[in-house]
């Protein structure tokens, strides 16, 4: 149909690697930040308090407010902190392996709900000093927000998100405050330190600047690595002979990942606005209006990808080929941690279980941006 689609509600699907690539990486194109989303006026989505959250968190932001959040970070996943990590979490993957072995023993275990959701908030749990106990709330309040990012969200999906985006509040805002009352030498520390600085003092302005952070850093991890880590194991399911080379090759996990990414990316799309009135691959477009970087179709473009339909964990250059963690100054600033759970655990199952696969297709939630995998059952034997 083109690499500029016209939709029903008035947006463009992007649909090619170009220019998907092009529009995440250039200036003309912008987040949707809070005055684009004030500008669309009251009663509809855009004026709904989660939707006016997202528009002030990294996501959320253009420069230079995004150039300032982001660089109060740094490069928080380098390499120094990920090898840091990567004991602790092939610990707690050792663990969670552990328990669905046993739960195995029984017959069937629910892979997504006891490794594959659990993985990313205890991660992030481990790296933020959070409390274990608070990992259903966490991993529940994460998927109740996604649906404000939803393509075109229900009324009724849209008061989830709001609750949700309460209880986040709620419970990052308090973690500012402990941390604020008692600082140490954790990452939420390090960032109100480093905030009080950038707002000269003003702790309120920090706090909020703090909260905004740790807040969106945690949602963006959770739906995005769950749904990656199982949709893994049900591809390769899917791939018996691929699956086998790769008990035989575990030294080529990473770029067996690189293609899991390519073949089935846990997020299809994200969204941008035009900066002004444009024209975009021979369409023109006005200021304001959206268009979507389809990132599963750039992913599977035959201009860019020989054969995009094959899954194949052999292919040469693959990592160069895909969008999964988009492009550009929004580029996903976990996946370096991605990449390092999704290895750890690849590593686990293959070293763990020889007879692992899955006994029941998976259920997927009728989500189109972030896909979830709400239940994939396996067996081992
Ligand atoms: C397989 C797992 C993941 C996938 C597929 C993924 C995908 C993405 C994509 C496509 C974007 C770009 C969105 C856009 O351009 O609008 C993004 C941004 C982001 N991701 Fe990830 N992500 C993953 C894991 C994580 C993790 C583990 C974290 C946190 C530790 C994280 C934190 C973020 C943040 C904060 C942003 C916004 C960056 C910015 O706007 O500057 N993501 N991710």
Redesign the pocket.
């Known amino acids: 149909m083109g690499d500029v689609v016209a939709a029903p509600w008035g947006a463009f699907l992007l649909t090619t690697y170009d220019v998907c690539d092009h529009v ?1 990486r250039s200036k003309t194109w912008l ?1 949707l930040d809070g005055e684009w989303r004030a500008r669309q006026g009251d009663g509809n989505r855009w004026a709904a308090p989660a939707s006016r959250e997202l528009g002030r968190a ?2 959320g ?1 253009n420069p230079p407010h ?1 150039t300032r959040f ?1 660089r109060s970070v740094g490069h928080i ?1 380098d390499r120094a902190t990920l090898s840091r990590l990567r004991d602790p979490i092939t610990r707690t993957v050792d663990r969670l392996l552990d328990e669905l072995a046993v739960r195995m023993r029984d017959g069937e275990a629910d892979f997504a709900d006891l490794v594959g959701e659990e993985l ?1 908030v205890a ?2 749990g481990l790296w933020l000093d959070l409390p274990r106990a608070d990992y259903p709330l966490l991993r529940h309040l994460a998927h109740e927000q996604g649906y404000a990012q939803e393509l075109l969200p229900s009324a009724s999906q849209i008061a989830r998100s709001n609750a949700a985006t309460l209880g986040l509040r709620d419970y990052f805002g308090a973690l500012v405050r402990e941390r604020r009352a008692s600082p140490g030498d954790d990452i939420v520390s390090g960032w109100l330190r480093t905030w009080d600085e950038l707002e000269d003092g003003d702790q309120d302005a920090a706090d909020e600047a703090v909260y905004l952070l740790t807040m ?2 945690v949602i ?2 959770l739906e ?2 769950s749904t ?1 880590l199982s949709g893994m194991v049900w591809t390769l399911d899917q791939h018996p002979d691929q699956l086998n080379w790769l008990r035989s090759n575990p030294q080529e996990v990473p770029g067996a990942v690189e293609e899991l ?1 390519r073949y089935d ?3 299809h799309l ?2 941008r606005a035009a900066a002004e009135d444009t024209v975009l691959a021979g369409v023109p477009i006005a200021k304001d209006q959206l268009v979507h970087t389809l ?1 599963a179709s750039a992913n599977h473009d035959p201009a860019r990808t020989t054969d995009p339909e094959v899954f194949d964990i052999r292919r040469p250059g693959r990592h160069l080929s895909h ?13 370096g ?2 990449r390092l759970q ?1 290895h750890a655990l690849l590593e686990g199952i293959l070293r763990r279980f020889p007879t692992l696969r899955v006994s029941v297709p998976p259920v997927w939630e009728p989500r189109v941006a972030f896909r979830r995998l709400t239940a994939l059952q396996v067996v081992d034997h």
Do not use: D, N, W
């Open positions: 995440l987040a990294l996501q932001l995004h982001r996943f990313p991660s992030m969106f850093l963006a991890a995005t690595s990656f990414l990316a846990p997020v994200t969204t990132i969008l999964a963690f988009g492009g550009g100054i929004h580029y996903c600033i976990g996946a941690l991605a999704a």
